[in-house]
């Protein structure tokens, strides 16, 4: 660690971009840094706890890693603390010395067709949030303080009702969402999902879900150990149609100069070769199929399909031979997309911050103190360690300005906490984290499971006041 008057840089979101910004910053030792890293919600990890599927437990486990740079002397989680709500951008920007905007892609893309808007349809986005038991999807009874997401109650009520899922998009998303929506609750019990998601799992009548690429399979997203999972799922048959796989020239180039889509392409072709077996729960992946439009009165019923082909100039254009399929869910997983912070740049084209290598354009300039990194920085992509070089990319930026003297060291140390204090505003800190990760392995031990998500904020702060008798398994 660096000695001297620390320059203060607050991290705005505990997800894994904003905690590998803090690691960077942490571990250089040319400046001494002191680091807040501050999340509206009570606990750390972003997208690691609320994003990454509870049967990926091997990735979940990345939070291990995370959790030690929040424990590094040099940084405090200020967790529970609503930057734009509990303290103004400016105001937080006026306390600390420079800032790096790490609060990731919120939102979702959209599909712009009719019928998008039925009771349903709803975004990945708002699936995956219910499943990993995301505070804003299991609202407390008392606090119904919903925005755009869906209530948990509603989801529960879809899945249960709900015998054909369709999937839209052929992502590494899609595929975590169908294959939670086709595994039983036995099979998702080793999980650490909340107690009512397994329980919703339990009484769920999902039998079919069909995923739907509007390209042909040489364009899937997915990775391929991904992929290669859901046709390794006991009881379920995937279904892919041979013809769906025959290659036009594009697609052949693509499969020469990207040795993902051509491992995908094997999996895939592997698959068009299965004997079913007759398996109550079946996969489809449906090649060259969009959606144009999600029919249904009161709530979905089936999705009327077009069949694609790539026109000359390389885009996806519909051929007009269209047919429906009977669905009573659709889940859209196109893609995660960025929200506006109020007071933070934001371009409405791409979702994002502008920015160049990590440092923010405001008014046409390089902000004096504003930095940027991950998904709000580069767009939803990549995995989670692609975080790790992106916010070495802002970090190297950041240090390189102080070098400059364009960051200014001001003896900011204790502005953010007096702030905070003087608004009555408690941050919870890594012990607060400490005791909710005890209590979450205590209960899932009562119920044989090796730990439980709490949900609902209201429970997350209890625990954090409590003492339990051991976060040992
Ligand atoms: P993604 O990888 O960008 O995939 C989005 C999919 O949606 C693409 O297949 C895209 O097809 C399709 N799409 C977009 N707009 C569409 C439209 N209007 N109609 C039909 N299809 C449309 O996004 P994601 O699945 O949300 O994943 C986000 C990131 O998280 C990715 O980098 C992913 O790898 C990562 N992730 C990783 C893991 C893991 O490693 N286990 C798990 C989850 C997520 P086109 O190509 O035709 O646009």
Redesign the pocket.
Known sequence: MAAGTPYVIAIVGAGPSGIYAAEALSQQTEVPVEIAVIDRLPVPFGLVRY???PD?ES?RSIRNTLERTLERPEVRFYGDVNIGTDLRIEELRSAVDAVIYAYGAGSD?R??IPGEDLTGSIA?VEFVAWYCGHPDVHPDVDQPDRDSLLMAAAIDELISSSSQAVV?????????VARVLIKSAPELIDTDMPDDVLESHAHKGIREVRI????GPA???F?TK?LRELGQLPGVDVFVAPHDLELDESGQAVLERNKVAARNMTVLREWAERMPTGAARRIHLDFWT??IKIIGTDRVTAVEVERTMIDPDGY?AGTGETHTVPAQLVVR????RGRALPGVPYDDSTGRVPHAEGRVIRDHGFSANEYVTGWIKRG?????G?NKSDALETVTSLLADISDGAVVRRGRSGDLDRLLASRGIRPLGIGAWHKIDAAEIELGLKHGRRRTTLAHRSELLAAAEEDHKSNVP
Do not use: C, F, M, Q
């Open positions: 994003g990454v599927a990926h990735i893309k599909l712009d990945a839209v998009g052929v992502g590494n998303v899609a595929l975590d739907l690429g509007r390209r364009y899937t997203a990775t991904e969009r959606p996806v997983s196109v893609g995660y939803p992509t990549g995995v989670i692609t």
